[in-house]
């Protein structure tokens, strides 16, 4: 298992963009627990555990939670993803 918290927070985009990629290379071979408030981040995640005031709001993927979550999309539309 693989935990990481804001692993890309204070990354460039070219680093960030490394991890994702050491990141896609490591599924289905570890369980990787990723907390992260950029969604660029996570947007090739399997599955996405949205928290609102410190509980689970919803789960899903991110296309899934786009559609589902208005809050979600604006948050999204907000990093310019």
């Known amino acids: 298992m693989l935990i990481m918290?804001?692993?890309?927070s204070a990354l460039d985009s070219e680093t960030e963009k490394s991890i994702q990629n050491s990141n896609d290379a490591l599924k289905g071979q570890y369980t990787i627990l990723l907390v992260a408030h950029r969604f660029s981040t996570i947007k090739n995640d399997d599955q996405i555990v949205f928290m609102r005031k410190g509980k689970i709001d919803s789960i899903?993927?991110?296309?899934?939670?786009l559609k589902q979550r208005k809050d979600f999309?604006?948050?999204?539309?907000?990093?310019?993803i």
């Open 5 to 8: 918290d804001e692993a890309t």
């Open 60 to 65: 899903g993927t991110f296309k899934a939670l």
């Open 73 to 80: 999309k604006r948050m999204v539309e907000l990093q310019g």
